[in-house]
């Protein structure tokens, strides 16, 4: 039979390394989602090309004349070719890549070429993730497209636009 002082030992052993565990873990698994971190994506993107399709997913005959139509992602709203999405809580999480694309999508980073682990921000009606500052890929309906951001001044000239109609 085990004595009060060594029971008390390995109970304090098993706190110690539970507080270790739980110290060590976020570093070990991918952070919280968090609303708002995402903001670093909102601007005027061109989508280049389809990089890949998940299992299902719109066809190549939807995807492909989306091709260098605007992606414009503001906080009011999302726009995609004829698409309009409400606007978005740019919840952003980093995740393990690999693990992220096959388990929630089907699909392999060989097409993608994301970093790892890469940025992943859920949009009202899209996922993107950021492969860098001016490089996205979006996922949307199945379909993963490269996005550019567009010039800094066409930027401006959007925003300007958007503000002399509002008056």
Same mark, same amino acid.
């Given at each position: 039979?085990?004595?009060h /002082?060594s029971?008390?030992?390995?109970f304090?052993?098993? *706190?110690?390394a539970l507080?270790?565990?739980?110290?060590?873990?976020p570093?070990m698994g991918?952070?919280?989602?968090?609303?708002g971190?995402?903001?670093?994506?909102?601007?005027? @993107?061109?989508? $280049?090309s389809?990089l =890949?399709? /998940?299992?299902?997913?719109i066809?190549s =005959?939807?995807?492909?004349?989306?091709?260098g139509? =605007?992606?414009?992602?503001?906080?009011?709203?999302?726009?995609f070719?004829?698409?309009?999405c409400?606007q978005?809580? !740019?919840?952003?999480?980093?995740?393990?890549?690999?693990?992220e694309?096959g388990?929630?999508?089907?699909?392999?980073? =060989?097409?993608? $070429?994301?970093?790892?682990?890469?940025?992943?921000v859920?949009?009202?009606?899209?996922?993107?993730y950021?492969k860098d500052?001016?490089?996205?890929v *979006?996922? @949307?309906?199945?379909g993963f !497209?490269?996005?550019?951001r567009?010039?800094r001044s066409?930027?401006? $000239?959007?925003a $300007?636009?958007?503000? /002399?109609i509002?008056?």
């Open positions: 039979m085990m004595s /002082a029971t008390q030992h390995h304090l052993c098993l *706190l110690l507080g270790i565990l739980l110290c060590v873990r570093a991918t952070e919280a989602p968090e609303s971190k995402g903001t670093s994506i909102i601007g005027d @993107w061109k989508i $280049r389809v =890949d399709y /998940a299992a299902i997913s066809g =005959d939807q995807a492909k004349p989306l091709i139509k =605007d992606l414009i992602i503001s906080k009011e709203e999302i726009r070719g004829d698409q309009v409400s978005s809580n !740019f919840l952003a999480e980093s995740v393990e890549t690999n693990i694309l388990e929630n999508a089907r699909v392999s980073n =060989d097409l993608l $070429r994301l970093p790892n682990p890469v940025t992943v859920e949009l009202s009606c899209a996922y993107a950021i500052s001016n490089q996205i *979006l996922a @949307w309906n199945g !497209f490269d996005a550019v567009k010039t066409a930027a401006v $000239r959007h $300007r636009r958007d503000s /002399a509002e008056k």
